[in-house]
């Protein structure tokens, strides 16, 4: 069974920075592609990051590009989302999600929420 | 960046009818590999969001055959027939076949 398990969300004062983990388990994670995508209160989702298996591709949203580092270790079956010179605008629920097949998001984890504020 | 515009907004359904949920790209989704990477989410309350459609009609593992995805190009749909209670939340298009990624605004799902 799949498993994606988010940690390091919090409170954060803006202009600081964050860095969130998810725990994969249930599939060869060194493997697959990952994601993290990112829901805000009361709103839709929006894609934030992604890497390919051997981290040799990595895409951003413009919205996170050059604050925001998205990495994985293989060894250790972590994906991670270094985020940095936070704004109240990156105040969201944070999933990482698989890419088993290609190109969509076969599975997500539960979610860690980040807010950004004073 | 490619626009993904779903309709309704939000539609209310009986038990046991039919619903269609249409979900159109400012451009075509067909990759150059010949893919085309629409997919549906649902997102039942206060659960994260789960695969229901991957590359316009096939259906991921363990989804009813109730739930039938079809389209081509920029226009598609998400057919639910035989509408039960737990398929109740928010449905999502996205479409992967170009960076940025990107989701359609959601269509709620309402049962009378």
């Known amino acids: 069974e799949v498993q994606l398990v988010e940690s390091g969300g919090g409170l954060v004062q803006p202009g600081r920075s964050l860095k969130l983990s998810c725990l994969a388990s249930g599939f060869t994670f060194s493997n697959y592609g990952m994601n993290w995508i990112r829901q805000a209160p009361g709103k839709g989702l929006e894609w934030v990051a992604s890497?390919?298996?051997?981290?040799?591709?990595?895409y951003y949203a413009d919205t996170v590009k050059g604050r925001f580092t998205i990495s994985r270790d293989n060894a250790k079956n972590t994906l991670y989302l270094q985020m940095t010179s936070l704004r109240s605008e990156d105040t969201a629920l944070y999933y990482c999600?698989?890419?088993?097949?290609?190109?969509?998001?076969?599975?997500w984890g539960q979610g860690v929420m980040v807010t950004v504020s004073s | 960046d490619v626009v993904m515009t779903q309709t309704p907004v939000s539609m209310s359904v009986s038990l046991g009818g039919q619903v269609s949920i249409s979900c159109r790209s400012s451009q075509s989704l067909v990759h150059n590999n010949g893919n085309t990477y629409l997919s549906w989410y649902i997102q039942k309350p206060s659960q994260s969001p789960q695969l229901l459609i991957y590359k316009v009609s096939n259906r991921f593992s363990g989804i009813s055959d109730r739930f039938s995805g079809s389209g081509s190009g920029t226009d598609f749909t998400l057919k639910i027939s035989r509408v039960e209670p737990d398929d109740l939340g928010v449905y999502y298009c996205g479409q992967g076949t170009q960076y940025p990624f990107t989701f359609g605004s959601g269509t709620k799902l309402e049962i009378k």
């Open positions: 999600a698989t890419t088993l097949g290609a190109s969509y998001f076969d599975y």
């Open positions: 890497i390919s298996s051997s981290s040799s591709y990595i």
